[in-house]
């Protein structure tokens, strides 16, 4: 199946409103479990945090799972495609650099859903860190090295 050149940008003609608190979902190429890695989960952890010492977004909660992300944000400045772009392209140079590869880490594009004013965010945040107990990696949620929520 032939892959988009830019599919970074996927979602370009999707509206992003500053101030709205979106959940994301980034899904690994081939759904190759990269992050099973726990140093190439942590170079992406680091990227999340760039983003929010950037000011482009308040991180609400996130999980970096085996194959895949989601991370609940207010977005402050800029675009959910220049966002996810910056993210994955940036996370994926860091990763190749230690694994001294070159290949594919993301698959084009990501999901995204905005949540409406009267939505629960604390559900969506629940649902984002018992991710990994839904998925039978841990017994515990507090055993799952990479997740993070505010009111944690």
Known sequence: ??????GCHL???????????????????QRQPVFADWQSGRRLV??????????????MAW???????????ELHHGTLAELMCRI???SSLSINL??????????????DRALRR???????ARYIVLNPLRAGLVTRVGDYPLWDAIWI
Do not use: C, F
């Open 88 to 90: 994955k392209s940036r």
């Open 11 to 29: 979602r370009k003609a999707r509206v992003s409103e500053s101030g709205r608190i979106y959940l994301l979902t980034a899904v690994t190429e």
């Open 98 to 111: 230690v694994r001294g590869g070159q290949g594919r880490i993301w698959q084009p594009g990501y999901y």
């Open 46 to 59: 680091d990227q999340l945090r760039l983003a929010d010492q950037t000011s482009r977004v308040t991180s």
């Open 1 to 6: 199946m032939p892959v988009a050149a830019n």
């Open 118 to 124: 009267d939505e629960d965010i604390k559900d969506a």
């Open 63 to 73: 999980v970096v799972m085996p194959d895949h992300l989601h991370w609940l944000v």
